[in-house]
T-cell receptor, first 117, second 115 residues
Framework: AQSVAQPEDQVNVAEGNPLTVKCTYS??????LFWYVQYPNRGLQFLLKYITGDNLVKGSYGFEAEFNKSQTSFHLKKPSALVSDSALYFCAVRDMRIKAAGNKLTFGGGTRVLVKP | DSGVTQTPKHLITATGQRVTLRCSPR?????VYWYQQSLDQGLQFLIQ???????AKGNILERFSAQQFPDLHSELNLSSLELGDSALYFCASSTSPGQGTDTQYFGPGTRLTVL
């Protein structure tokens, strides 16, 4: 079975400081990994994904994520956080071996990011 | 704006009732997914349809059913509603049936409150 863990319920950071949101995953095969962001009263917005290739993935709004196979991690990062980055962030995984599961995504519990001015 | 639309935005109903949530996918997308977001269960995959056919099933209760119509819009039917069904229901769409590389784009959600 595939699973995702986001060990921090909340991350607090000052505006202008680096932001990191942690994610670890568990799959039986190779993973496809995704990050989404949810603003209040909005749906999930796609930020970036890792399929294969370069371990550093660049996405929307200045975010990037680093895939680390040995540590089974896919941490989301932003060099300089903005107050407008305050939102709920979700990591998701799909195990490419499980074809019967269609395109099912398994999500982590979410991490709330609060960026203070 | 993802291009995925969901109606209604809010739904308030009583226990034992039945409701229908509607979703229109992005133009060109053939797959539709339903997810439930609740405080205790987090974001859970319910079901996927591809071009009118059920493709994958997740933790969907027997009281819940879904379908995808020829124009590709989808409906999620929730019946015999219980207090615990109160949640945010998301629809997402993507292009392919089972290739994990394509991105799922989410709608704004329908917030269901069961009283």
């Amino acid at each position: 079975a595939q699973s995702v863990a986001q060990p921090e319920d909340q991350v607090n950071v000052a505006e202008g400081n680096p932001l990191t949101v942690k994610c670890t995953y568990s799959v039986s095969g190779n993973p496809y990994l995704f990050w989404y962001v949810q603003y209040p009263n909005r749906g999930l917005q796609f930020l970036l994904k890792y399929i294969t290739g370069d371990n550093l993935v660049k996405g929307s709004y200045g975010f990037e994520a680093e895939f680390n196979k040995s540590q089974t991690s896919f941490h989301l990062k932003k060099p300089s956080a903005l107050v407008s980055d305050s939102a709920l962030y979700f990591c998701a995984v799909r195990d490419m071996r499980i074809k019967a599961a269609g395109n099912k995504l398994t999500f982590g519990g979410g991490t709330r990011v609060l960026v203070k001015p | 704006d993802s291009g995925v639309t969901q109606t209604p935005k809010h739904l308030i109903t009583a226990t034992g009732q039945r409701v229908t949530l509607r979703c229109s996918p992005r133009s060109g997308d053939l797959s539709v997914y339903w997810y439930q977001q609740s405080l205790d269960q987090g974001l859970q995959f319910l079901i996927q349809y591809y071009n009118g056919e059920e493709r994958a099933k997740g933790n969907i209760l027997e009281r819940f059913s879904a379908q995808q119509f020829p124009d590709l819009h989808s409906e999620l039917n929730l019946s015999s509603l219980e207090l615990g069904d109160s949640a945010l229901y998301f629809c997402a769409s993507s292009t392919s049936p089972g290739q994990g590389t394509d991105t799922q784009y989410f709608g704004p959600g329908t917030r269901l409150t069961v009283l």
